[in-house]
């Protein structure tokens, strides 16, 4: 379980240079494919990142405003995206 977690927070961290690099091609290019890769890339960081605050929050309580939060920014991010495909047509 450990090694999951652990694996889970690298990846989340690994999505930080990603995402800004792709949302940095988007601005600058104006492409929709890079603006959409670098929300789905910001997207799986939060999802990753969900299960490793939850297994703290279980050792100290105050982490679950956290949970919360990261579930709200996951939940909204994808409300967006999907709604970036919708209007785009």
Do not use: C, D, N
Request: net charge positive.
């Amino acid at each position: 379980m450990v090694k999951v977690v652990l694996g889970l927070f690298v990846y989340s961290l690994a999505t930080i240079p990603v995402f800004l690099g792709l949302a940095l091609v988007a601005q600058l290019t104006h492409a929709i494919w890079a603006r959409r890769a670098s929300e789905i890339v910001l997207l799986t960081g939060v999802a990753a990142l969900i299960p490793v605050v939850l297994a703290r929050a279980f050792e100290k309580p105050v982490l679950w405003a956290g949970v919360a939060l990261l579930v709200v920014l996951l939940v909204g991010g994808v409300v967006k995206h999907a709604r970036s495909y919708t209007r785009s047509s």
